[in-house]
């Protein structure tokens, strides 16, 4: 029988089923979403600058920042009132699914961009909940999970330090006595570099530095993580703010989010149930 | 080099598992791609074996020992024991060095007391990072490397491969933002000078001491976009993107090949199908037996004309069914079984149109290395062989081209992200110059002053 007519017996549907397309509905503007709707402002002129970066519009954003600064708009209400705004609704539509890692990329450069208009007229860098420190294991040169974590912590108003790829320990602890982090990120994709984690705790502790480290990234194991102290597995890259928040304001530590990581992160996580 | 401009395979009903145009002979009645296909088995050291040269060397030496056994137990006629190297292997040529010929030396005795035929594929590892400043040519990670692919050639191991990183910086910018140009730039342009560079003087290496030069694998552009890609709800790379990415991919890991590298190539390169269309090579792939290291979408599929079946890389540790050596090889070694069944009982081509169509509608990414399709985007490649841009640009545009006459057909249904992502992929590609200084230029300048990390000089530009 030929692989033409074998191909024409075949009924797809009872073989693999393409559920990404039978899960899509109706097509709408992002900014319809009635809990995109709640996020974004609704006064001038912070409703079209947020209205640009949820559309990835890069030099209409820096138009519309310099336009606004220009006008005497505080540049911390433009951050504040416009830039995050507008990040807060992509981060939201990626995490529902309907904005896509392209989307929050660009979104996220037109804000770092715009950004850095305001600083430039504040003459300082703009104010932040906290800072976080963030690297790739020593080894490893896959870093887009590790872009991804500074994107969500940047847009939910945190300071993210990037220390890059293939980072050694001694470096992330130089780093975190300079930086003096809430919490500290650690991502690997090869199945050969996650060892590097509990050599970086161990460096801190030698140090007497005392951060949550949250670990993640393709090949990392939750048992594996948990091995070692000071630590946490880290399942998604837009849980980080959330993680980092309750670092902030509950007080918690990597004990305790190793218990509660669902509650905090307001979601089922079948690796904590 | 001589790149090819024509197609070793008449047409892609000749391509099926365990049959090469070209079979490498690895020892006395064992070959690659000669009418059989052969289990290779790659697993990764367990945690806190990189600490000495001597925990690395025992750590090996017990994996090569409980994949033996276990091979023996069920009666396996032949298995392939690959070795990526961890970083420290690579930082430290002696260890790699090592390594292999405590490796060897077990397979050997296997060999000796079982007839039992074994080989051994040692991957160094790409050291080399853009973005530390330190030079991908001639740099000292750059000289490490070559002199650990010289430490694994002395000791012994049977084939070298490598997965070469060359344009990483500038696809992965690409494939994180759907830039389809830096993507092509990255994998079509850089990619391809990276892998003539470093193959050229990896094949010299190997022709040195009689070991076969593999070949190279686009894991970490072309597999970077599929672990993007994800699963049918995965929204971080459009599957369609990551489909024309690998079809880039093909043209790019052929390079290696033309430099002299006679297979088998690196069983992650999901391109291999392609590549074997145009040049002959053995190849190996992994699919439904690599699910310890990570999910795709064409499990079965992938196997319709591998030569070298493949679990891609597991921790080792203990299952209930075993050491993982013990349980990843035998399934691995099973489902060679069928696929030689087969061969001998002439349903050889039966099994591969079943292997094909479980999984030929499943993804786009699938849709593509059907075997036919394969074919198709090699075509492609060797129509423009001569360019490595406007091959890569040719292939990409291939594939678009079978994905949506496999929507016209109503075979194949995309979401919306993919169409949208397909449809502007394909109009920019369309709109590229057709001469590649042109091209190479405008990059230079565009994705200088957009990634940190790409530096021109890298790559002599």
Request: with cysteine; charged share 25%.
């Amino acid at each position: 029988m030929s692989y033409k007519s074998l191909e024409d017996k075949i009924d797809q549907g009872t073989i693999f089923l393409r559920y990404n397309v039978k899960i899509e509905g109706g097509a709408s503007k992002p900014e319809d979403d009635p809990d995109v709707a709640e996020i974004l402002p609704t006064d001038e002129p912070f409703r079209p600058i947020s209205l640009t970066i949820l559309n990835q519009d890069r030099d209409k954003a820096i138009d519309l920042v310099k336009k606004s600064l220009d006008d005497g708009v505080s540049p911390i209400d433009i951050i504040n009132n416009g830039l995050m705004k507008g990040m807060d609704a992509v981060s939201l539509l990626y995490t529902k699914g309907i904005y896509f890692l392209p989307d929050l990329m660009l979104s996220g450069d037109a804000m770092m961009e715009s950004v850095k208009e305001c600083e430039a007229v504040l003459g300082h860098k703009s104010e932040t909940k906290a800072t976080v420190v963030t690297f790739v294991a020593e080894g490893d040169p896959h870093d887009i999970g590790k872009n991804l974590i500074l994107m969500f912590l940047r847009a939910g108003g945190f300071e993210a330090i990037d220390l890059g790829r293939d980072v050694p320990a001694d470096r992330v602890v130089e780093a975190v006595k300079e930086h003096n982090p809430i919490f500290l990120t650690g991502t690997a994709l090869m199945t050969t570099t996650m060892t590097a984690f509990p050599k970086v705790v161990e460096a801190l502790e030698k140090a007497g530095l005392n951060v949550p480290v949250g670990c993640g990234g393709g090949a990392v194991r939750k048992d594996y993580v948990e091995s070692f102290p000071m630590s946490f597995y880290g399942v998604e890259a837009y849980h980080c703010p959330k993680l980092a928040d309750a670092i902030l304001k509950d007080k918690k530590d990597w004990k305790d989010i190793r218990e509660e990581y669902s509650d905090i992160v307001g979601e089922f996580v079948p690796e904590y149930s | 080099m001589k790149r090819f401009t024509r197609m070793e395979y008449e047409n892609p009903e000749e391509m099926l598992f365990g049959h090469a145009k070209y079979p490498v002979k690895l020892g006395k009645d064992f070959e690659l791609g000669a009418g059989y296909v052969i289990p290779e088995l790659n697993v990764a050291p367990g945690e806190g074996s990189e600490v000495s040269k001597e925990k690395m060397v025992s750590e090996y030496k017990g994996i090569a020992y409980s994949a033996s056994v276990r091979a023996v137990n069920v009666g396996l006629p032949s298995f392939i024991l690959e070795h990526e190297h961890i970083a420290q292997q690579t930082y430290n040529p002696d260890w790699g060095g090592a390594c292999t010929a405590a490796e060897v030396e077990v397979l050997e005795n296997f060999n000796d007391e079982y007839g039992i035929k074994t080989g051994l594929r040692a991957t160094p590892a790409d050291i080399r990072d853009e973005e530390k400043g330190t030079g991908l040519w001639g740099s000292d990670l750059y000289i490490k490397i070559m002199e650990t692919v010289e430490a694994c050639a002395e000791n012994d191991a049977n084939i070298i491969s490598i997965e070469t990183t060359g344009g990483k910086s500038v696809s992965d910018y690409g494939i994180s933002r759907g830039d389809i140009k830096a993507i092509l730039f990255g994998i079509g342009v850089l990619g391809s000078m990276d892998m003539e560079h470093m193959w050229t003087e990896i094949v010299s290496i190997c022709n040195k001491h009689n070991t076969i030069p593999g070949g190279d694998t686009d894991c970490s552009q072309s597999n970077t976009a599929m672990f993007l890609a994800g699963g049918l709800l995965g929204s971080d790379c459009s599957h369609t993107l990551a489909a024309i990415t690998r079809a880039m991919g093909a043209a790019r890991s052929l390079v290696a090949v033309e430099c002299g590298a006679k297979g088998p190539l690196k069983d992650c390169g999901y391109e291999n199908p392609i590549v074997k269309a145009v040049s002959g090579v053995p190849i190996a792939t992994e699919g439904k037996n690599a699910t310890c290291a990570h999910s795709d979408l064409m499990g079965n599929l992938i196997a319709a004309v591998t030569d070298m079946w493949s679990n891609e890389s597991v921790y080792h540790r203990e299952e209930m069914g075993g050491t993982t050596p013990q349980v990843w090889l035998q399934t691995l070694g099973y489902e060679a079984a069928l696929m030689n069944t087969a061969i001998q009982t002439g349903q050889g081509k039966v099994l591969r149109d079943l292997y094909t169509l479980t999984d030929k509608y499943r993804d786009p990414q699938a849709l593509i290395l059907a075997y036919d399709n394969a074919y198709r985007i090699g075509q492609a490649i060797v129509k423009n062989g001569d360019d490595p841009y406007l091959r890569a640009k040719a292939a990409a545009l291939e594939a678009g081209a079978i994905i949506n006459e496999a929507v016209d057909a109503k075979k194949m249904n995309l979401t919306r992200f993919e169409r949208d992502t397909l449809d502007n992929a394909l109009k920019i590609l369309e709109s590229l110059p057709t001469d590649s200084d042109k091209f190479t230029k405008d990059c230079i300048k565009r994705y200088s002053r957009k990634v940190e990390d790409f530096d021109p000089k890298n790559y002599e530009l």
